[in-house]
């Protein structure tokens, strides 16, 4: 079983302060992605990493794809209220079409003002 | 301009009854999904179609049953649903990325409620 755990499972925070989301696994991933799912939506892609070792930074996030690609981690820097929701880390193994996506149980973050 | 979308939205319904759940993607999209979302927010892939043809059928009851018109069209029908059904269903496709890496976009989400 491919199993994705995410860390921790509820954050709250003050806005302006930083955090560290992880997702770990003992299995090798092709490629892993970061969404965001806020109440009553769909999750949102974030980022997608594939390299080992990539690192990615989408203005305040930085994604970075663990070297041996079985670990990733988010760090948010001086975060705000709009980073409020749910975060969630998926490691895709590719089939012959198409992807099976395992996700992690999801970082459900509270930014407070 | 929705690229992903589900309808309907809520779905109220009793045990026993059969209920379906559309999908429709504008992406140009060959592969689309189901997933279920429980109560502690967890996703778990259902099913994936590939042009058409089932390619992922994870351990999901018989009474689900995906049906892929075309390749931008995914429907899931539930025959005699029970209270365990009750979660929120979410549709999804995906693009090719660099070899076997594979976007996925997400549609709203269907909250399905059996009582």
């Known amino acids: 079983t491919q199993l994705l755990e995410q860390s921790p499972q509820f954050l709250s925070i003050q806005e302006g302060e930083n955090l560290t989301v992880y997702c770990n696994s003992s299995?090798?991933?092709?490629?892993l992605q970061w969404y965001r799912q806020e109440p009553g939506e769909g999750p949102v892609l974030l980022v997608t990493?594939?390299?080992?070792?990539e690192v990615k930074k989408l203005k305040r996030l930085t994604f970075q794809f663990g070297d041996a690609r079985k670990d990733s981690s988010l760090h948010i820097t001086a975060a705000q209220p709009g980073d409020t929701g749910l975060y969630l880390c998926?490691?895709?193994?590719?089939?012959?079409?198409?992807?099976?996506?395992?996700f992690g149980e999801g970082t459900q973050l509270t930014v407070n003002p | 301009d929705t690229a992903v979308s589900q309808t309907p939205k809520y779905l109220v319904t009793q045990m026993g009854n059969d209920k379906s759940i559309k999908c429709e993607q504008n992406?140009?999209?060959?592969?689309m999904y189901w997933y279920k979302q429980d109560s502690k927010k967890f996703l778990k892939i259902m099913f994936s179609?590939?042009?058409?043809?089932?390619?992922i059928n994870e351990t999901v009851p018989n009474r689900f049953s995906p049906k892929s018109p075309d390749k931008a069209h995914l429907n899931l029908h539930i025959n005699s649903l029970e209270l365990g059904d009750s979660a929120v269903y979410f549709c999804?496709?995906?693009?090719?990325?660099?070899?076997?890496?594979?976007?996925?976009?997400f549609g709203p989400g269907t909250r399905l409620t059996v009582t």
């Open positions: 990493v594939v390299t080992g070792g």
């Open positions: 299995s090798v991933f092709s490629s």
């Open positions: 998926a490691g895709a193994r590719g089939e012959t079409s198409g992807s099976r996506l395992t």
């Open positions: 992406l140009g999209h060959d592969t």
């Open positions: 999804a496709s995906s693009r090719p990325l660099r070899g076997r890496s594979y976007e996925q976009y």
């Open positions: 179609y590939n042009n058409k043809e089932l390619i």
